[in-house]
């Protein structure tokens, strides 16, 4: 049943039509962290001083940096919209802010990265987003400010006086507005992240939503400036707050099938995954997933009516690591001939079969199978319902379960193997 009269669930279904057809994104991570390579927490995981970080500052020049290369990589990928950070936890701008000096174009590099991203991804016909941190280990007014860093939680400046961060507070909301003003027309808007008391008026959300929805009212939000970020926020109740969120951004965590809210509606998600264990450059994390892990996750993600926010972190120097292109590039072999089993698909509206997952577009069901299958495929209570099965990747016919008859729901059953060269089933005997 859909709650036709709650209007932030109806203005959020009328927001997301694009992000529930395109399924399949690229997330990057990129800034100061890319030079100690060790991932993007690194100021706060090795305590580094201000002065200490201010080196990366100093140094960072990416002499690499080509954007639409980054935009060619996704797009053959089968990815149809990205998402950069803007701002990560270390408060440096890859933008040109006029409300700090702590941005790329006041480094060697001279650039608003930003605004080149944008245009590169534009260019090669993907939706853009921007990610946006709304913890700032760098700026005065944020209690982590100075030679130590604690979360929030722990420090004691916050409680002294907390009045300095509704100066830090004015800046967030400042930066949110600059990049909805000055950078054309956005697509996507990722804050990050709430935890413990830091969470939605904390961050006087509600003034910075409807800013958000004046500037840019199509645009879509995620839900981490509420709950965890995780399974947390009001978008899963009948009544979400206006900062609730378009879509759930649990991370790493592939939910139940067809996360629902209260109502049994479907909430719109995005599962966002590393292609490592890292999300910034990290030289030393060779724990790279493989394609067929990512593919299958990807399936899984569009098979519970969600989407996958697929990670690359850029080195210093401003290219995508080779591991990284190299599963992108087989990713897109694999989306060459299967992406009709992704785009523009949803959960099945038959329950999940023992040797893989569906997802569906209209009257098409598409069999992703992960297990080799002993004898003919079975489709529990579907055999008879399919018309004709084709294999995605070279349309060749398909014999599954029983022979094919006529079907009053499924016209043409479309088989999309998940690694068809990885299968041999034994065919029935001809009739
Ligand atoms: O702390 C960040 C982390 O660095 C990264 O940006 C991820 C991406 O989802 N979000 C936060 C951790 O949940």
């Known amino acids: 049943m859909t709650n036709h009269t709650n209007p932030i669930i109806q203005e959020r279904k009328e927001r997301v039509q694009w992000f529930e057809q395109d399924r399949f994104g690229m997330f990057i991570h990129w800034g100061l962290y890319a030079i100690p390579a ?43 919209y990205a998402v950069l950070t803007a701002k990560h936890h270390d408060g440096f701008c890859l933008f040109d802010s006029k409300l700090t000096d702590y941005k790329s174009t006041n480094t060697q590099a001279g650039r608003d990265l930003v605004r080149e991203f944008l245009e590169a991804f534009r260019e090669e016909g993907l939706k853009v987003g921007l990610y946006y941190s709304l913890i700032d280990w760098h700026h005065e ?7 130590r860093i604690h979360p929030m939680r722990e420090n004691e400046a916050f409680k002294r006086d907390p009045n300095t961060f509704g100066r830090y507070l004015d800046y967030m909301h400042g930066q949110v507005r600059e990049l909805l003003t000055d950078y054309g027309k956005l697509d996507l808007m990722w804050f990050d992240f709430s935890y413990d008391e830091m969470t939605g008026e904390k961050w006087r959300a509600t003034e910075l939503v409807q800013m958000i929805r ?25 009544n979400p707050s206006i900062y609730s969120g378009d879509f759930a951004s649990p ?13 049994g509606d479907p909430i719109p998600w995005e599962a966002c995954i590393t292609l490592n264990n890292n999300w910034g450059y990290a030289a030393a994390d060779r724990n790279y997933k493989s394609a067929t892990t990512i593919i299958r996750k990807l399936v899984e993600c569009v098979s519970k009516n969600g989407n996958m926010l697929l990670n690359v972190g850029p080195d210093a120097k401003g290219a995508i690591p080779q591991e990284s292109l190299d599963i992108l590039k087989e990713i897109g072999d694999w989306m060459k001939k299967n992406g009709d089993s992704i785009h523009g698909c949803r959960a099945a509206d038959f329950p999940k079969p023992e040797w893989g997952r569906y997802t569906q577009k209209g009257n098409k069901l598409y069999a992703h199978l992960f297990e080799e299958s002993i004898g003919p495929i079975s489709l529990p209570g579907l055999a008879d319902k399919i018309k004709s099965a084709r294999l995605l990747a070279d349309g060749s016919e ?31 005997d001809k009739r």
């Open 38 to 80: 060790r991932g993007e927490w690194i100021r706060s995981t090795e305590k580094m001083s201000i002065q200490q970080y201010q080196t990366y500052y100093d140094e960072f020049n990416p002499v690499h940096y080509n954007p639409r290369e980054w935009a060619k990589a996704a797009k053959e990928a089968g990815m149809k």
């Open 141 to 147: 007014d944020y209690p982590a400010y100075g030679d």
């Open 214 to 238: 004046e500037l840019q009212p199509h645009i879509l939000i995620d839900n981490r400036l509420e709950g965890s970020g995780e399974q947390g926020g009001s978008i899963y109740t009948a």
């Open 251 to 263: 991370e790493q965590i592939i939910p139940p099938r067809g996360l629902v809210n209260e109502l």
């Open 398 to 428: 398909v014999f599954v379960g029983r022979p094919w008859s006529a079907a009053e729901f499924i016209e043409d059953a479309f088989i999309s193997f998940a690694r068809p060269e990885h299968f041999t089933y034994p065919l029935p």
